[in-house]
T-cell receptor, first 112, second 115 residues
Framework: AQSVTQLDSQVPVFEEAPVELRCNYS??????LFWYVQYPNQGLQLLLK??????LVKGINGFEAEFNKSQTSFHLRKPSVHISDTAEYFC??????????FGQGTILTVHP | EAQVTQNPRYLITVTGKKLTVTCSQN?????MSWYRQDPGLGLRQIYY???????DKGDVPEGYKVSRKEKRNFPLILESPSPNQTSLYFC??????????????FGPGTRLTVL
């Protein structure tokens, strides 16, 4: 069985500050990892994904994430956030034969 | 425009009154699924479909039904809604036959309240 845990339910940050949203996964098999973003009153959209290859993955809107197999983590980072980054972020993990498992979500609030 | 559409976006109903939430995608995707989103629980899969006439249970299927008679449509049916089904529902689709390896495209969501 696989599980995905987002370590922070809420992250407040000031505009132009860096941010890290933490995600750990557990799986006995190879996993594929995703970060999705949900803006208010909208559906989820893909930020970035790790399938294989380079462990540093760059996504849209200046976000990036690093796959760390030894620490079973896939933390999301952005060096300088904007007000428009205020949203809920979901980490998700999947396997080649199974479904996608979502974390509990992290609400990022960017203050002016 | 490639998209997943859901209707209605908002629905308030009463216990026991059958309802259907429609979902349609125009990307010719094989895989479609339904999720419910509850605070602190993330998204949990209700049902999924890998092809026409092929559906299977997700993590929380109790109280729900689905059908896949056409590739583009995947309606969610609540035969006898109960208050614990009050939630935000999302339909999603992907090109791959398994959700675990491919980008999911989500609809805008349906907020359901069961009184």
């Amino acid at each position: 069985a696989q599980s995905v845990t987002q370590l922070d339910s809420q992250v407040p940050v000031f505009e132009e500050a860096p941010v890290e949203l933490r995600c750990n996964y557990s799986s006995s098999v190879s996993v594929y990892l995703f970060w999705y973003v949900q803006y208010p009153n909208q559906g989820l959209q893909l930020l970035l994904k790790y399938l294989s290859g380079s462990t540093l993955v760059k996504g849209i809107n200046g976000f990036e994430a690093e796959f760390n197999k030894s620490q079973t983590s896939f933390h999301l980072r952005k060096p300088s956030v904007h007000i428009s980054d205020t949203a809920e972020y979901f980490c998700a993990g999947g396997t080649s034969y199974g479904k996608l498992t979502f974390g509990q979500g992290t609400i990022l609030t960017v203050h002016p | 425009e490639a998209q997943v559409t859901q209707n209605p976006r908002y629905l308030i109903t009463v216990t026991g009154k059958k309802l259907t939430v429609t979902c349609s995608q125009n990307m010719n995707h094989e895989y479609m699924s339904w999720y419910r989103q509850d605070p602190g629980l993330g998204l949990r899969q209700i049902y999924y479909s890998m092809n026409v006439e092929v559906t299977d249970k997700g993590d929380v299927p109790e109280g729900y039904k689905v059908s896949r008679k056409e590739k583009r449509n995947f309606p969610l049916i609540l035969e006898s809604p109960s208050p614990n089904q009050t939630s935000l529902y999302f339909c999603a689709s992907s090109a791959s036959l398994t959700a675990g390896v491919d980008t999911q495209y989500f609809g805008p969501g349906t907020r359901l309240t069961v009184l």
